[in-house]
């Protein structure tokens, strides 16, 4: 009966002496900013397209050997609202030697992601995958951001849209009324989709131009007025177009009318688009 106490507070002591569980590999403080380490933004802001976003994180929970040191390694992904990887994937490693004081020190992990240009709207993410090697313990953490794009409607087939007349290259807003006068400059916008993306996201169009008088006989031509052609990373779908006539002093006033032709060369498409406007 005498022994039981003193075997009970030999099992206090062996739990009181027992090593702390190791903890749980985790990503935590996932902070999107405008600059890098700039401070962390609303849930609700909105990158615009074509603009770097800075992320950052931190990793807890990492093991480390009797000389306290660690090695993980991480991979950070950033995708679009359809999943598309919006760049290629970021790939390294922290591996070093903690002194004493550092050890409530964690890894912050960095990554600038640069949103395309021709980005649509919508909800984007970041996937983060982290790797302890010393005990081959894995996380994923997931963070979303909001990103303003141009919202242009998805085709099957080649189309020019959103065709604007505008009174200089720097204009925003289309005119009410296509006139111009003579010596003026004219200047047009429209956005292509529908073309054919290849492999490696590759694309090819290409655009001409005729003005015709109001009787149908052609006043001005030009067959081959742009072209584009990439294969970026980032497939883009749609392309923006410009278009620029300057007239004479002595143009002569009445309608006119421009037939746009947008020629789809990888995928064999053809489309006309004609818009009238007045020279008074």
């Known amino acids: 009966m005498k022994l039981l106490p003193a075997m009970v507070a030999l099992s206090a002591a062996l739990v009181c002496n027992a090593a702390p569980a190791d903890k749980k590999l985790a990503v935590t403080r996932m902070v999107f900013a405008q600059s890098e380490d700039g401070p962390g933004l609303a849930a609700n802001y909105q990158f615009l397209a074509g603009e770097s976003v800075f992320f950052s994180c931190l990793v807890n929970g990492y093991s480390k050997s009797e000389k306290d040191e660690i090695f993980i390694t991480y991979q950070i992904q950033a995708k679009d609202a359809r999943g598309v990887l919006l760049q290629p994937e970021e790939k390294n490693k922290v591996e070093a030697t903690l002194a004493p004081e550092d050890k409530d020190w964690k890894p912050k992990l960095r990554e600038t992601i640069v949103i395309p240009p021709l980005a649509d709207s919508g909800q984007y993410q970041v996937v983060?995958?982290?790797?302890?090697?010393?005990?081959?313990?894995?996380?994923?953490?997931?963070?979303?951001?909001?990103?303003?794009?141009?919202?242009?409607?998805?085709?099957?087939?080649?189309?020019?849209?959103?065709?604007?007349?505008?009174?200089?290259?720097?204009?925003?807003?289309?005119?009410?009324?296509?006139?111009?006068?003579?010596?003026?400059?004219?200047?047009?916008?429209?956005?292509?989709?529908?073309?054919?993306?290849?492999?490696?996201?590759?694309?090819?169009?290409?655009?001409?131009?005729?003005?015709?008088?109001?009787?149908?006989?052609?006043?001005?031509?030009?067959?081959?007025?742009?072209?584009?052609?990439?294969?970026?990373?980032?497939?883009?779908?749609?392309?923006?177009?410009?278009?620029?006539?300057?007239?004479?002093?002595?143009?002569?006033?009445?309608?006119?009318?421009?037939?746009?032709?947008?020629?789809?060369?990888?995928?064999?498409?053809?489309?006309?688009?004609?818009?009238?406007?007045?020279?008074?």
Do not use: C
């Open 128 to 280: 983060v995958n982290v790797v302890d090697e010393r005990n081959r313990a894995t996380v994923e953490a997931r963070a979303t951001f909001e990103v303003k794009g141009r919202d242009v409607p998805v085709s099957d087939t080649l189309v020019a849209r959103d065709f604007r007349f505008l009174r200089s290259e720097d204009d925003t807003k289309p005119l009410q009324v296509a006139a111009y006068r003579p010596g003026d400059s004219l200047w047009a916008r429209f956005i292509m989709t529908g073309y054919k993306i290849g492999e490696k996201n590759q694309f090819d169009i290409e655009y001409g131009l005729a003005v015709l008088r109001a009787d149908g006989s052609v006043a001005y031509t030009e067959p081959h007025a742009a072209a584009q052609k990439d294969a970026p990373f980032y497939p883009q779908r749609y392309q923006p177009g410009v278009l620029n006539l300057n007239f004479p002093k002595d143009q002569a006033a009445g309608e006119y009318t421009i037939v746009l032709t947008v020629r789809d060369n990888l995928g064999g498409q053809t489309y006309e688009a004609r818009q009238k406007f007045s020279v008074e």
